[in-house]
């Protein structure tokens, strides 16, 4: 069975303070791995998408990284403004195949 | 750029009514996916259309249906509502059953 885990489940910055957040995942066959980033009551909105161990991926103070267990969120002097839950999804081999998502972590950056 | 449209965006509901989530995917997408998510945890998958067809199904309750449309929209439809219906429900589209990409979601609670 497909299954995601992420850590922490929480995680506590101060503006500025660099850190990863980790998604580990057991899949057979994996076709992608997904981040996205959800703020409340919203729906998650996507971020990266990573398709093989070694691939690396920047937007802005995200950086992704993926290798054959696991994928990190590296977040470099994170604002406010980033603070939101960050869902880890992957997607098996195969047609049409659903994502898994993992339970997410939820990131407070304070001023 | 064009986004996922959902509707509503809210809808309150007695128990054992019905209801019908509607949602219209971005411009070309050829797959559409239904996830639930309750308070605190991540989306479940529910079910997916490819090309109007069912492609996958997950946690979907048999009181629950759903179909894709010839122009592609697709339409979530609830029965016999139960209180643990209450939640976010999420539709996601896609091109190639690539990355998904997220609706605002519907709110559905249920009295």
């Known amino acids: 069975e497909d299954q995601v885990t992420q850590s922490p489940e929480a995680l506590r910055l101060q503006e500025g303070e660099s850190s990863s957040l980790n998604c580990s995942y057991t899949?057979?066959?994996?076709?992608?791995l997904f981040w996205y980033r959800q703020d409340p009551g919203k729906g998650p909105e996507f971020l990266f998408t990573l398709y093989s161990a070694g691939e690396e991926k920047e937007k802005e103070r995200l950086k992704a990284t993926l290798t054959k267990k696991e994928s990190f969120l590296h977040i470099t002097a994170p604002k406010p403004e980033d603070s939101a839950t960050y869902l880890c999804a992957v997607q098996a081999g195969g047609y049409g195949q659903n994502f898994v998502f993992g339970p997410g972590t939820r990131l407070s950056v304070l001023p | 750029a064009a986004g996922v449209i959902q509707s509503p965006r809210h809808l309150i509901k007695e128990k054992r009514e019905t209801a019908t989530l509607k949602c219209y995917p971005i411009p070309r997408h050829d797959t559409v996916y239904w996830y639930q998510q309750g308070p605190g945890q991540d989306p479940q998958f529910l079910i997916s259309?490819?090309?109007?067809?069912?492609?996958d199904k997950g946690s979907i309750p048999d009181r629950f249906s759903a179909q894709q449309f010839s122009d592609y929209h697709s339409e979530l439809n609830m029965s016999s509502l139960e209180l643990g219906d209450s939640a976010l429900y999420f539709c996601?589209?896609?091109?190639?059953?690539?990355?998904?990409?997220f609706g605002p979601g519907t709110r559905l609670t249920v009295l």
């Open positions: 899949v057979s066959g994996l076709r992608g």
């Open positions: 259309f490819y090309e109007k067809m069912q492609s």
């Open positions: 996601a589209s896609s091109l190639d059953t690539d990355t998904q990409y």
